[in-house]
Structures are given as structure tokens and as C-alpha cells.
């Protein structure tokens, strides 16, 4: 992966949903040579999806929460129940004070204790702790 790879990251990073003109012409290719290069970008996995953020707050997911999960045995086996219930948006093995680092996102308080109760309820969980955001200052994707 050259500079041109990493630009083109970056600027899909900022707008996904610009053309291969704009692409080219930010890079100094033309609009097929831009397009090859994402495409290939994409075919090579560096380029997982394509995507929207959202403003969490318009969505009414105004609590955020980060969950250390601790387990009785290898937490392996919880990556499916956790990422079937639809408010935790991140699950990460950690080394540290837990086994896992949950990222969580709520309408209310009361429908984080629910997701709490649903995360203990997972095969292997054998506690929780849990951290409340209460402001975020930023939230970047690195490019």
C-alpha cells in the first residue's frame, strides 16, 4: 500500500460517497485508475465495507456504556450471544481486569440494566462491571 492508497482512505474515510472523479482528480489519477485502486483496496480486505455513520443522539441511543465482562473459562464462545443482542456494538478479548471490553449503546438507563441482565446471562459470564459515559468529547476513525 503507497500514499496514494492511504489518500484515497482517507478521503473515503471523510465521504464514502464520492465519485471516482473527485477521487482521481484528489490523487492525481483519472476516475479508472481511482476506481481500480479502490477495487483493488476492497479485493485485497483492506477495504472491509462501505458504511454511513450515524448521530447516535437524532437515533435516541443517548447512553453509551463500555461493559468489562469477566468468565469463568474462555470467552471465545460469547462472541455470538453478545453480538446478537443488537445494543452492544463492540466485543473485544482484553488483557487487563476482565476477559472482555463490551461497548453498549441504550435509549435510557433502564434499557441498559436489560442489556446488562442479558450480557450476565451469557454461558460463561461471571460477572460485570460497567462504566457510563456521560460526555463524549470526540469519536474519530483513524486513516
Known amino acids: 500500500m503507497d500514499e496514494i492508497d ?33 477495487r483493488k483496496l476492497r479485493e485485497r480486505g483492506v477495504i472491509r465495507r462501505t458504511t454511513i455513520e ?14 468489562l465482562v469477566d468468565g469463568a473459562a474462555w470467552m471465545g464462545e460469547t462472541a455470538g450471544p453478545l453480538a446478537a443482542i443488537p445494543a452492544v456494538e463492540e466485543a473485544h478479548v482484553i488483557a487487563g481486569p476482565a476477559s472482555l471490553l463490551v461497548k453498549v449503546r441504550t435509549s435510557s438507563t433502564k434499557e441498559l440494566q436489560d442489556v446488562l441482565r442479558q450480557i450476565f446471562e451469557v454461558d460463561g459470564v461471571t ?17
Not at 473515503?12 to 477521487?23: F, G, K, M, R, V
Not at 450515524?54 to 461493559?67: C, H, I, K, P, S
Not at 459515559?133 to 476513525?141: A, G, H, I, K, N
Open 6 to 38: 492511504r489518500t484515497l482512505i482517507g478521503l473515503l474515510l471523510e465521504d464514502a460517497t464520492q465519485s471516482y472523479a473527485a477521487l482521481g482528480k484528489a490523487v492525481g489519477l483519472s476516475s479508472g485508475a481511482a476506481h481500480e485502486r479502490v
Open 127 to 143: 460477572g460485570t462491571q460497567t462504566i457510563v459515559v456521560l460526555e463524549t468529547f470526540f469519536e474519530r476513525t483513524l486513516k
Open 54 to 67: 450515524v448521530d447516535q443522539d437524532a437515533l435516541g441511543r443517548t447512553v453509551t456504556a463500555y461493559v
